[in-house]
């Protein structure tokens, strides 16, 4: 980084020449994603400021964006947010999607079981209560940055593969394709932002509290049977949906 201090006599609070300095490392590239920044302790000693003013700043840029706090390792550059393309002309998985944008999805199976339906899983699979399901949990991150916590639900009957597969990097549906021809051709997708919990914050690397974007697909293949029920954890300050539209004739 280059060297800085604050004017002080400027009207300008400190924290701001400071946001303003570090946004300016950024833009011009002097400081890269991934890049880590000193501690609160050594800015504030390098800048001749408090820690509370450094926190200030650093606070303010993590809630634009552009830096990630995580605890035990420090503040570090944001990456770009990642755009996920939703597109109408056919269904994809994450692996899929960021495939299109150059990049590699990593996960990390949290757990791979079967579970009794019930609750709203049992009512957005339409299956009798108990009727057995697998349950996978993933952590998927790209660069090595926690994204998203995707926890999938699969009738165990039609799909039993899926209970010892290898899904450490590999994508569910290009596994549900290969091995029983069965691939999502009409989905149900909502979106609810939302807090994120103690645990899932821990998972992903934020502070509890962090706003993250819930994410539920219930989809059908082209039976019409529903063969996956689907709820994702989206860390806000690394991703962005886009969602295209197009009006087709007639």
Not at 56 to 81: F, I
Not at 130 to 138: A, D, F, M, N, V
Not at 191 to 199: G, M
Request: glycine share 6%; hydrophobic share 35%.
């Amino acid at each position: 980084m280059q060297p800085f201090r604050p004017n002080k006599s400027s009207r300008i609070p400190y924290y701001l020449q400071i946001e303003d300095w570090l946004r300016r490392q950024i833009e011009s590239g002097a400081l890269r994603p991934g890049d880590f920044l000193p501690s609160e302790t050594a800015l504030s000693q390098q800048l001749g400021v408090s820690r509370i003013v450094v926190r200030q700043a650093l606070s303010d840029l993590t809630g634009e964006g552009l830096l990630v706090r995580q605890r035990a390792k420090g503040t570090y550059v944001a990456y770009p947010r990642r755009p996920v393309p939703i597109q109408r002309d056919r269904l994809r998985g994450l692996t899929e999607d960021l495939a299109r944008e150059g990049l590699t999805v990593r996960s990390r199976v949290l757990s791979q079981q079967i579970v009794p339906a019930a609750g709203e899983v049992m009512h957005e699979l339409q299956v009798p209560p108990g009727t057995p399901l697998i349950e996978i949990r993933r952590l998927r991150s790209v660069q090595n940055t926690p994204l998203v916590i995707e926890t999938t639900y699969h009738p165990y009957a039609r799909f039993p593969d899926l209970l010892h597969a290898d899904l450490t990097d590999c994508s569910i549906y290009a596994i549900l394709e290969q091995q029983y021809d069965a691939h999502p051709v009409s989905a149900r997708d909502r979106f609810v932002a939302e807090a994120a919990t103690k645990e899932d914050a821990q998972l992903l690397g934020i502070r509890p509290g962090a706003p993250v974007m819930r994410y539920k697909r219930t989809a059908r293949d082209k039976t019409g049977q529903i063969m996956e029920f689907t709820i994702s954890i989206y860390r806000a300050d690394q991703y962005q949906f886009v969602i295209e539209y197009r009006e087709t004739a007639g």
